[in-house]
């Protein structure tokens, strides 16, 4: 987790607030400052936008959300704050004034990044008094779901300071990347634009519509480039001889006159309104949020999908899933944090409105969901944790019983406790309880039998000797347990 516990967002609009979603996310409290009367509105719709994306990014368990709180006092926005996130408007002289107003109410080791989407920090830093501690780190929208951030130093930026938002950007759960020499733009801006310029062209020349242009990325370019770049597609176009062979052929058409790179037309009123009724026809009715809910489902399921593979942006949300775990789970299989002789409880989680059916109750799926989530946690107490099944071994669940036993509405906090039924070299016996932490209501059981794997040979084997002594311990402290009265019944059995 992030050793920030609280930020500061530096502007409410729409990258901002989804900063401020980001941080939130990953239990960071953080104050919004931005003087438009508008703005809790506008934060607090970019907020219930986040949240609902964000709980379907992941199965994993969020944990605590950090406060969100907006003002229009910077003092009040920054009292407190170990990382500070500029999104103001992007004009420089702005910019600067800010940055002079922070650094005289901060503390000098409290990095500044900027959102800038196009000035190089050293402009930015014109006039500070200490300018080592401002860099870029630039995000891209939605950024409570798109993990890069292009981190831009400039040569008066100090390392330490880099390697800083680095690390903190990552345990967000994002991409950084550091671009090596400050540049107008950046990387991804720049490579952007160059599209940009192109598609202006075919719409001010009526060769296509937007509607037709999009078309041309989403149904082809765009769909590659969701998982491998720019190179990595050509280098693969190439055939078996790969990016030589691509240049070797293709590579004389870059010097045709057709391109308009270096030009854009003018944008006239014309153009500008040609370009918005476009896209109004595009939207066939859909509103901007309405828009941004479909963007967001889109992006969870690609992302998802390359998740599978831990490939591109998949391998970063199963980096962040694997460290949101880590939070839930123990971090060791230390008898002296836990007390042996009562049933574990290892696994804490909120239900999410997502989860729920028509009745506002948690579903059934969400149940086995939740006892997977405990079970999980019971592994890595264990010692069977993401190192150890990196090295090829896991547990597999061989069968399942499920008791429902009360009704738990949506943003109910839950918990599980987990007793050790049996235990033996190639088998975990488990018995999950799960409670509404608001009043201690059971909800449910769940019994669970789980054979030890190994995950290349696909067959059941014996666990390392130090996981069979850490799950025998705790087996043999819950010996003395009452056994549950609804373990071992079969599907229909009379209610103890």
């Given at each position: 987790?992030?050793a920030?516990?609280k930020?500061?967002?530096?502007?409410?609009g729409?990258?901002?607030?989804?900063?401020?979603?980001?941080?939130?996310?990953?239990?960071?409290d953080?104050?919004?400052?931005?003087?438009?009367?508008?703005?809790?509105?506008k934060?607090?719709?970019?907020?219930?936008?986040?949240?609902?994306?964000q709980?379907k990014?992941?199965?994993?368990?969020?944990?605590?959300?950090?406060?969100v709180r907006?003002?229009?006092?910077?003092?009040?926005?920054?009292?407190?704050?170990?990382?500070?996130?500029?999104?103001?408007?992007e004009?420089?002289?702005l910019?600067?004034?800010?940055?002079?107003d922070?650094?005289?109410?901060?503390?000098?080791?409290?990095?500044?990044?900027?959102?800038?989407?196009?000035?190089?920090?050293?402009?930015?830093?014109?006039?500070m008094?200490?300018?080592?501690?401002?860099?870029?780190?630039?995000?891209?929208?939605?950024?409570?779901?798109?993990?890069?951030?292009?981190?831009?130093?400039?040569?008066?930026?100090?390392?330490?300071?880099?390697a800083?938002?680095?690390?903190?950007?990552?345990s967000?759960?994002?991409?950084?990347?550091?671009?090596?020499?400050?540049?107008?733009?950046?990387?991804?801006?720049r490579?952007?634009?160059?599209?940009?310029?192109?598609?202006?062209?075919?719409v001010?020349?009526d060769?296509?519509?937007?509607?037709?242009?999009?078309?041309?990325?989403?149904?082809?370019?765009?769909?590659?480039?969701?998982?491998?770049?720019?190179?990595?597609?050509?280098?693969?176009?190439?055939?078996?001889?790969?990016?030589?062979?691509?240049?070797?052929?293709?590579?004389?058409?870059?010097?045709?006159?057709?391109?308009?790179?270096?030009?854009?037309?003018?944008m006239t009123?014309?153009?500008v309104e040609k370009?918005a009724?476009?896209?109004?026809?595009?939207?066939?009715?859909?509103?901007?949020?309405?828009?941004?809910?479909?963007r967001?489902?889109?992006?969870i399921a690609i992302?998802?999908?390359?998740?599978?593979?831990?490939?591109?942006?998949?391998?970063?949300?199963s980096?962040?899933?694997?460290?949101?775990?880590?939070?839930?789970?123990?971090?060791a299989?230390?008898?002296?944090?836990?007390?042996?002789?009562?049933?574990?409880?290892?696994?804490?989680?909120?239900?999410?409105?997502?989860w729920?059916?028509?009745?506002?109750?948690?579903?059934?799926?969400?149940?086995?969901?939740?006892?997977?989530?405990?079970?999980?946690a019971?592994m890595?107490?264990?010692?069977?944790?993401?190192s150890?099944?990196?090295?090829?071994?896991?547990?597999?669940?061989?069968?399942?019983?499920?008791?429902?036993?009360?009704?738990?509405?949506a943003?109910?906090?839950?918990?599980?406790?987990?007793?050790?039924?049996?235990?033996d070299?190639k088998r975990?016996?488990?018995?999950?309880?799960?409670y509404?932490?608001?009043?201690?209501?059971?909800?449910?059981?769940?019994?669970h039998m789980?054979l030890?794997?190994d995950?290349?040979?696909?067959?059941?084997?014996?666990?390392?000797?130090?996981?069979?002594?850490?799950?025998?311990?705790?087996?043999e402290?819950?010996?003395?347990?009452?056994?549950?009265?609804?373990?071992g019944?079969?599907?229909?059995a009379?209610?103890?």
């Amino acid at each position: 987790m992030s050793a920030v516990e609280k930020a500061a967002c530096i502007g409410g609009g729409v990258i901002g607030a989804a900063w401020a979603a980001r941080f939130s996310a990953n239990g960071i409290d953080v104050v919004v400052v931005d003087p438009d009367p508008e703005a809790p509105r506008k934060v607090d719709e970019v907020m219930r936008l986040a949240r609902r994306a964000q709980s379907k990014l992941t199965l994993a368990p969020l944990g605590r959300q950090g406060s969100v709180r907006v003002t229009t006092d910077l003092a009040e926005a920054l009292a407190g704050a170990q990382f500070i996130q500029e999104a103001a408007p992007e004009r420089i002289e702005l910019k600067r004034r800010l940055f002079a107003d922070i650094e005289a109410l901060v503390p000098q080791d409290v990095v500044i990044a900027s959102s800038t989407s196009g000035y190089k920090p050293s402009d930015l830093q014109e006039g500070m008094r200490n300018p080592e501690r401002l860099l870029v780190g630039h995000p891209f929208n939605p950024v409570y779901l798109l993990p890069l951030v292009e981190i831009v130093p400039s040569p008066a930026t100090a390392l330490a300071v880099t390697a800083t938002a680095k690390s903190f950007y990552a345990s967000l759960g994002m991409h950084p990347l550091v671009v090596r020499k400050e540049i107008d733009a950046f990387i991804a801006d720049r490579l952007m634009e160059a599209l940009w310029r192109e598609a202006l062209w075919l719409v001010h020349d009526d060769i296509a519509t937007a509607a037709e242009i999009d078309d041309a990325i989403r149904y082809g370019c765009g769909l590659r480039w969701a998982q491998m770049g720019t190179f990595q597609v050509f280098n693969i176009a190439g055939g078996e001889a790969g990016m030589r062979h691509f240049m070797a052929q293709f590579g004389p058409a870059l010097k045709w006159p057709w391109t308009k790179l270096m030009d854009t037309p003018e944008m006239t009123d014309e153009l500008v309104e040609k370009i918005a009724v476009q896209c109004e026809e595009q939207a066939a009715g859909l509103s901007i949020r309405e828009l941004e809910r479909i963007r967001d489902d889109n992006l969870i399921a690609i992302m998802q999908s390359l998740r599978q593979n831990r490939w591109g942006a998949g391998r970063t949300l199963s980096e962040y899933e694997a460290s949101l775990l880590a939070r839930t789970h123990a971090s060791a299989p230390d008898a002296g944090s836990h007390d042996l002789s009562r049933p574990l409880r290892l696994y804490e989680d909120q239900v999410r409105p997502e989860w729920t059916d028509y009745n506002n109750h948690m579903n059934e799926s969400r149940y086995l969901e939740t006892f997977t989530n405990a079970t999980d946690a019971m592994m890595h107490f264990v010692g069977a944790d993401d190192s150890y099944i990196a090295a090829g071994r896991s547990y597999f669940t061989g069968e399942t019983h499920i008791i429902h036993k009360d009704e738990v509405q949506a943003l109910e906090p839950i918990y599980v406790t987990t007793q050790v039924l049996g235990a033996d070299d190639k088998r975990m016996h488990l018995f999950h309880r799960l409670y509404n932490g608001r009043n201690d209501t059971l909800l449910a059981t769940g019994e669970h039998m789980l054979l030890h794997v190994d995950l290349k040979a696909r067959r059941v084997t014996p666990a390392a000797p130090e996981v069979e002594a850490r799950l025998r311990a705790v087996a043999e402290a819950h010996a003395a347990l009452p056994r549950p009265a609804e373990a071992g019944r079969h599907v229909g059995a009379p209610r103890a």
